[in-house]
């Protein structure tokens, strides 16, 4: 049960760039980019923060993230 906890937060922990814990749309953009996926849009972007933004502030956050990649709703493609 742990494991996929920790693989999301190590996800996210190279998601985040900056390490300021939260993941804006450009660090988003910039994972997409090194995970291969050059068709990221602006909008897809954008639905993806808002598929996680639990708390409304345009960020996604460390439990923000793991809950969504917790429920297996994360793509990489
Ligand atoms: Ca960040
Ligand atoms: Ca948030």
């Given at each position: 049960?742990?494991?996929s906890r920790e693989a999301a937060e ?68």
């Amino acid at each position: 049960m742990a494991s996929s906890r920790e693989a999301a937060e190590a996800e996210f922990r190279r998601f985040d760039t900056d390490g300021d814990g939260l993941l804006t749309a450009g660090e988003i953009r910039q994972a997409n980019e090194a995970l291969g996926a050059h068709g990221a849009s602006e909008s897809e972007i954008e639905a993806f923060i808002k598929s996680a933004d639990n708390d409304g502030d345009g960020t996604i956050g460390l439990e923000e993230f793991v809950g969504l990649v917790g429920h297996g709703r994360h793509e990489k493609a």
